[in-house]
């Protein structure tokens, strides 16, 4: 029972920095200013492990790869230490299963912002972080609007989306278990 709570603990801390890595660096790649609230919460949460690691790996390209290195870190890490509670501690074991945790963050986070847009749009499109959302959802909506009509002026470019993302998490898991 400890065990579960330990890794329930871990899981949570690891998912809501990882996260915010993740998103740190999604919004410096599609280049979008979050608001200030979010943008204050964003980098105190994770300036102490994106600062020390800018001096190994300094953006390039217009990437902020710290914040992306650092994502995989804290998968490492969390994977580590369930691992070592469990005493089940191996090296294609740490590889896969934070391998696993780290694409499920960028698959659930995508996930995420898909619906997010979508509610903002059912209920209050003038909302102020619907910019925000929508900008951060351009990237991947966008081919999908090329080749996605809309119909009855209802955009299902979410829909197509939110489904593709799923196949692809599922491919994903497919391979790295195999290759586990």
Do not use: K
């Amino acid at each position: 029972m400890l065990q579960n709570i330990f890794t329930l603990i871990i899981e949570t801390i690891a998912s809501v920095l990882g996260g915010v890595l993740l998103l740190r660096f999604w919004i410096q790649a599609v280049r979008v200013r979050p608001p200030q609230q979010l943008a204050q919460f964003i980098f105190t949460l994770s300036d102490w492990a994106v600062r020390p690691m800018r001096r190994l790996l300094p953006g390039v390209g217009g990437y902020d790869w710290a914040s992306l290195i650092g994502a995989v870190v804290v998968a490492v890490i969390c994977i580590l230490l369930e691992l070592g509670v469990r005493s089940a501690l191996s090296a294609s074991l740490i590889f896969s299963l934070s391998a696993l945790l780290f694409f499920q963050w960028v698959f659930y986070g995508l996930i995420a912002l898909l619906i997010i847009e979508a509610i903002f749009s059912w209920v209050n499109p003038n909302a102020p972080l619907a910019p925000f959302v929508r900008a951060l959802n351009e990237p991947l909506l966008r081919p999908l609007r090329r080749i996605i009509p809309l119909i009855g002026n209802i955009d299902l470019s979410p829909l197509a989306a939110l489904i593709l993302l799923r196949v692809v998490h599922q491919l994903v898991i497919y391979l790295i278990m195999s290759v586990a």
